[in-house]
């Protein structure tokens, strides 16, 4: 009888996978999962490459009658941003002034690991990034990933020894406390249905516009405060609920990522 | 051979499917290329002759994504069974629409059983992730559509391939 069971191929089947289930969670499956990322991590990476400069170029050839239109738009943003610029240069000066006045020292800058992008899980039921760099790099779990120009991505959830999963906060699971940061309302980001970004839990009587920026907020101690997260698009705002959302417009494609940092914990 | 070239394919398919995919990416649906081919597989050979190739794609794919470990593999293995169940007892013969048929049933099948499962795996403390919050709504409907209609766009892909492999080995005299 159980000869017979043994050798119906659903059950076989169904019984190696629940015994892979159960090795993954006594964590014996580490090392097979570090050779397997060992020997496919070159051929992710060059088929990655690949892909990212094929779209590139498809954009490009698309959006070539575009070009007079958005030179114009953002040689003005330049400027906009120039002006800031040298406000925020100012005051940082005086801040760090006035911090040696009062013997307060400044914050260190967190270390950052430098790792490129060798893959990505985009379907509907998650999305995460896989990256090349590990535990024996110094990435940890749970670690916080940005871009260049402190642009927050996600966060760590596996690290093996030479690869670790980043989940990115377009991940139906990911959840951010954040802050708008023109008029310090704290509200909750997450991803709606995997599809877009919401600014959630902001109280009815908020005053909160479109293209004001949105930060992560420091709060729970997950993810540092002052990464950018995007600017509102659309604000959600119906009398009878207690609280109003927004739609958030990312500060990046997600699609087009090819290296990040992870924050060192 | 003809297995070591097998895996070679399954392994192409689950790069692909994490590098090159992503970037085919409408409303936040991909094609999923290595369930068509799995489909694929199943309906032309059948699930007693692929279930060994069935666990080594589902397990790459758990490698490589960032659900639990087994949720992929046990989704594809129930929906390649019940594809192939469907395709002996309901259906028979190969011709190009019983097969998109079927590749579509079994993209709605795996979508459904990986939420099912996921929700398991979070019952039985397997996982905290939960996979879709809302079954019963709009997006998840448009969403499951496009899924269905982009998975057998792959399908004509890998159907297309067939016939020029298997036009070549008739000119061959096999």
């Known amino acids: 009888m159980l000869k017979k069971i043994f050798s119906h191929s659903f059950i076989l089947s169904l019984l190696i996978i629940v015994g892979l289930i159960f090795f993954n969670s006594q964590g014996w499956l580490k090392i097979p999962q570090d050779i397997f990322f ?154 709606n249905q995997g599809l877009n970004l919401t600014v959630d839990l902001i109280p009815q009587g908020e005053t909160i516009k479109e293209g004001q920026t949105v930060v992560t907020s420091g709060l729970a101690g997950i993810f540092p405060s002052g990464l950018l997260i995007g600017q509102i698009s659309q604000v959600v705002s119906i009398d009878v609920q207690v609280f109003q959302e927004a739609k958030i417009e990312p500060a990046f494609d997600f699609k087009k990522l090819d290296k990040v940092f992870v924050i060192k914990n | 051979m003809k297995s070591f070239f097998a895996i070679l394919i399954l392994l192409l398919a689950v790069i692909f499917q994490t590098t090159l995919v992503p970037f085919l990416s409408l409303r936040g649906v991909i094609p999923n290329l290595v369930l068509v081919l799995i489909l694929f597989l199943v309906i032309f050979k059948s699930f007693q002759e692929t279930w060994w190739l069935i666990i080594l794609a589902g397990l790459f794919l758990d490698l490589l994504s960032g659900l639990p470990l087994g949720l992929i593999s046990l989704s594809l293995l129930i929906t390649a069974y019940l594809i192939d169940r469907f395709n002996r007892s309901v259906f028979s013969g190969a011709k190009i629409w019983l097969v998109a048929a079927l590749v579509a049933l079994g993209s709605l099948f795996y979508n459904l059983i990986l939420i099912g499962l996921s929700r398991l795996f979070i019952l039985i403390n397997l996982s905290q992730k939960v996979t879709y919050s809302n079954v019963f709504s709009w997006d998840y409907l448009i969403t499951l559509f496009l899924i269905i209609a982009y998975n057998l766009v792959a399908l004509l892909f890998f159907y297309g391939i067939k016939k020029i492999f298997y036009q070549k080995q008739g000119a061959r005299g096999y």
């Open chain 1, 38 to 191: 060992r020997l496919t991590g070159f051929g992710q990476k060059i088929s990655y490459q690949i892909a990212l400069k094929t779209n590139d170029l498809i954009d490009f050839l698309t959006s070539i009658n575009k070009f007079n239109q958005k030179n114009i738009q953002l040689t003005k943003e330049n400027e906009e941003l120039l002006s800031q610029l040298v406000q925020l240069k100012e005051m940082a000066r005086e801040n760090e002034f006035l911090r040696q006045q009062i013997g307060l020292v400044s914050g260190e800058s967190p270390q950052l690991i430098l790792a490129n992008v060798i893959g990505q899980n985009l379907s509907p039921f998650e999305k995460c990034l896989l990256i090349n760099q590990g535990a024996k790099d110094g990435v940890e779990e749970k670690a916080v990933v940005i871009m260049a120009g402190n642009f927050l991505i996600g966060q760590v959830i596996e690290v093996g020894s030479s690869f670790a999963k980043v989940q990115l906060i377009i991940d139906p699971n990911s959840r951010v406390n954040a802050l708008i940061q023109e008029s310090g309302v704290a509200g909750l980001v997450k991803s």
